[in-house]
C-alpha cells in the first residue's frame, strides 16, 4: 500500500474536480468494494 500525505490527496482530489466540473461531462462513481461483491 502506498503512502502519501493526505494535504497532497486532497490537492489531487480538488484538482480533479475542478477539471470535471469543467468539462462537464457526466460521470459515474462507483463503490470499489460493492463491485467486488457483485463479481463474486
Same mark, same amino acid.
Given at each position: 500500500? +502506498? =503512502?502519501?500525505?493526505?494535504? &497532497? *490527496?486532497?490537492?489531487? /482530489?480538488?484538482? @480533479? *474536480? /475542478?477539471?470535471? #466540473?469543467? !468539462? +462537464?461531462?457526466? =460521470?459515474? @462513481?462507483?463503490? #470499489?468494494? /460493492?463491485? &467486488?461483491?457483485? &463479481? !463474486?
Amino acid at each position: 500500500m +502506498k =503512502v502519501e500525505l493526505v494535504t &497532497n *490527496l486532497k490537492r489531487q /482530489a480538488t484538482r @480533479i *474536480l /475542478a477539471d470535471l #466540473h469543467d !468539462s +462537464k461531462e457526466p =460521470v459515474l @462513481i462507483t463503490d #470499489h468494494e /460493492a463491485m &467486488n461483491d457483485l &463479481n !463474486s
